[in-house]
């Protein structure tokens, strides 16, 4: 069985500031991790994903994401908010051997002006 | 390249009217996937197409009925809609194999009275 978990339904951040968004997962094996971002009556985009070797991996729009194996964690974040990242950010896991991602409940961050 | 469309954006149904929800994909991915996605709860699998020719269930199937009509184009069908059916649903294509990500459609809102 696989699963993720997103902490914390809302996120609020001022524009400029570093934000965090927490994605921690549980799999049987070698986790394949995503980031999604879904503006608001839109359909999901990719941002990014580990798969294997670095654990600081960088993505679309200058997010980055670090994977834990230890803490089982995959979290998103950016050195500098803008209020254009203001959009609700999906974490997803796949374990090596399993045919379907599951998602998390989703995260809606909020950057203030 | 239009990537990933769904037809229709919006559909109310009445309990126990029937619909086909189509999805086209420009890609030339082999995978293909139906989900829907319900405040709180995420995005959760409703079938999947590893490859033109099969289909198979994923975590909420029941009420559902799938056709991978060729490599483009694969539909859902509610033969026989439900008002717990009132979601947002969203096709998805992806490259075969476990490690890619998975490319989005804008969605249709189904409302089912």
């Known amino acids: 069985a696989q699963s993720v978990a997103q902490p914390e339904d809302q996120v609020n951040v001022a524009e400029g500031n570093p934000l965090t968004v927490k994605c921690t997962y549980s799999?049987?094996?070698?986790?394949?991790l995503f980031w999604y971002v879904q503006y608001p009556n839109r359909g999901l985009q990719f941002l990014l994903k580990?798969?294997?070797?670095?654990?600081l991996v960088k993505g679309s729009y200058g997010f980055e994401a670090e994977f834990n194996k230890s803490q089982t964690s995959f979290h998103l974040k950016k050195p500098s908010a803008l209020v254009s990242d203001s959009a609700l950010y999906f974490c997803?896991?796949?374990?090596?051997?399993?045919?379907?991602?599951?998602f998390g409940s989703g995260t809606q961050l909020t950057v203030l002006p | 390249n239009a990537g990933v469309t769904q037809t229709p954006k919006f559909q109310v149904l009445k309990t126990g009217q029937s619909m086909t929800l189509q999805c086209a994909q420009d890609?030339?991915?082999?995978?293909m996937y139906w989900y829907r996605q319900d405040p709180g709860m995420g995005l959760r699998l409703i079938y999947y197409?590893?490859?033109?020719?099969?289909?198979d269930k994923g975590e909420v199937p029941n009420g559902y009925n799938v056709s991978r009509l060729n490599k483009r184009e694969f539909s859902l069908r509610l033969e026989s809609a439900a008002p717990s059916q009132t979601s947002v649903y969203f096709c998805?294509?992806?490259?075969?194999?476990?490690?890619?990500?998975?490319?989005f459609g804008p969605g249709t809102r189904l409302t089912v009275t």
């Open positions: 580990y798969i294997t070797g670095d654990n």
């Open positions: 998805a294509s992806s490259e075969a194999g476990t490690v890619h990500e998975q490319y």
């Open positions: 997803a896991v796949r374990a090596g051997s399993a045919r379907q991602l599951t």
């Open positions: 197409s590893a490859s033109e020719g099969t289909t």
């Open positions: 799999v049987s094996g070698n986790p394949y």
């Open positions: 890609m030339n991915h082999n995978s």
